[in-house]
Structure formats: C-alpha cells, structure tokens
C-alpha cells in the first residue's frame, strides 16, 4: 500500500457520506486485494518456476552421474581388457620362444642324426665351409684395397682361395650324400671341378665371378641343411 492509499483512505473515513465512504473504501480496498493476488500468484509461479529448474537441474545431474559412471565402467572394463591382452601377450610370447626352442632342439636332433648317417659328407663340408667362409672374410677387404692389399695377406688369401677350389668335395661320391641337398652338391661339385680344371684366375677376377656362383649354391644348400 502506498502513500496515496493511504491519504484516500483517510479522507474517506472522515467524510460524513456512508455511501461515498463505503464506494471509496471499496475502490481502495479491491486494488489492495488485486495486487495481492497478483502478488501471490506471481509468487506461485515463481515457485513452481524454480521447481521447475531445479528439476531440470537435478536430471541434467543426475545424467551427468549416469554418464560419468557408465564411463568410469567402460574404463575399468578397458583396463581389465588390457590386462588380459597384455597377459595373453606373455603367454604367447613364451609360446613361441619355446616352439623355436623346441624347433631348434628338433633340427639339431636332425643335424645330428644327419651327421651319423652321412658322417664322410659332412666331416668334408665342414673343411670346405670354413675355408670358404676364410675366403668370403677377405674378399671385401680385397675388393676395397686391391692394390694396396699388404703381401703377407695376399700369399695367405690365395692360400684359402686354393683350398676351396682343390676341396675334396669336387671328387666326392655323390652316394655319400643326403638326397635332400643332391642337386645343390651337384651344382658346388661342378664349379668346384671347372675351377680347378682351368687356369687360375686373377683373384678380383675370381671374387666377381666364379666365388659369386659358389656363394650362391652354398647359401642354397645351407638353407636346405638348416630346415632339416
């Protein structure tokens, strides 16, 4: 109620007119009562207001809980996952080391059992291999140097290079030999037969020829010793 209400309120209680007094009072009286319904009702609407946002509010909340508790699940589950993955790793990678292993135990029980059966072939293979690989040792430094390639190592690289092309292998029996490797010895036993038949050659003349096709039948035929 303001100031002016109230004046107008007064006046009308003092004036001696029942009737203009009650209509005053009434025209006072029913705004008075107006405004407070409003109020009220305003007041009711901004409660339900305020219900209405701490509702909203209180579900975004409680979605937001949801959210963050199915992705703390979806991050446990992922370490666990990796857990298990990092598990079934180590049990695959000792897996394997163990099927190598064991595959390395089986080709040497081969080789061994090679060995026995065809005992001439490999005692004489190996003499020619480490000679080889004596003769394989110098050819890059040769190659590199050549000229300046010191006396004393040229007398003991043609040493080596003489002992892989005189190998008792060229003349070995080929009966004496595992089947697995016959066309492989075949091929080292012609070349090792044509090196010694012709003159001897220069010896870069020698590494960027005749040695390269020797290499290359030896590498063969040490894969095939080496899968069995």
């Not at 975004?60 to 992705?71: F, M, T």
Request: glycine share 2%; proline share 3%; charged share 30%.
């Amino acid at each position: 109620m303001n100031e002016d209400m109230i004046n107008r309120l007064i006046k009308a209680i003092e004036s001696p007119d029942y009737s203009g007094i009650i209509i005053q009072v009434v025209g006072i009286i029913f705004p008075l009562v107006w405004a407070v319904l409003v109020a009220k009702n305003e007041a009711k609407k901004t409660k339900e207001d305020i219900r209405i946002k701490n509702q909203i509010l209180d579900n975004r909340q409680e979605k937001l809980e949801r959210i963050q508790s199915s992705i703390n699940d979806s991050i446990n589950m992922l370490t666990k996952q990796q857990l298990e993955l990092s598990t079934t790793q180590q049990k695959v990678e000792e897996n394997l080391r163990e099927l190598t292993r064991l595959a390395e135990l089986s080709r040497n029980a081969n080789i061994l059992n090679m060995e026995i059966s065809f005992p001439s072939f490999f005692e004489k293979y190996k003499v020619f291999e480490k000679n080889f690989t004596a003769a394989a040792y110098y050819r890059s430094m040769y190659l590199e140097k050549e000229e300046d390639f010191p006396a004393k190592e040229i007398m003991e690289l043609r040493k080596t290079v003489d002992n892989v092309n005189s190998s008792n292998l060229a003349f070995f029996d080929s009966k004496e030999v595992p089947n697995y490797v016959y066309k492989e010895f075949e091929n080292l036993k012609h070349v090792l037969l044509m090196n010694s038949v012709y003159p001897k050659k220069m010896l870069k003349d020698y590494y960027l020829g005749p040695f390269l096709e020797i290499e290359e039948i030896v590498n063969q035929l040490n894969r095939k010793l080496d899968q069995k």
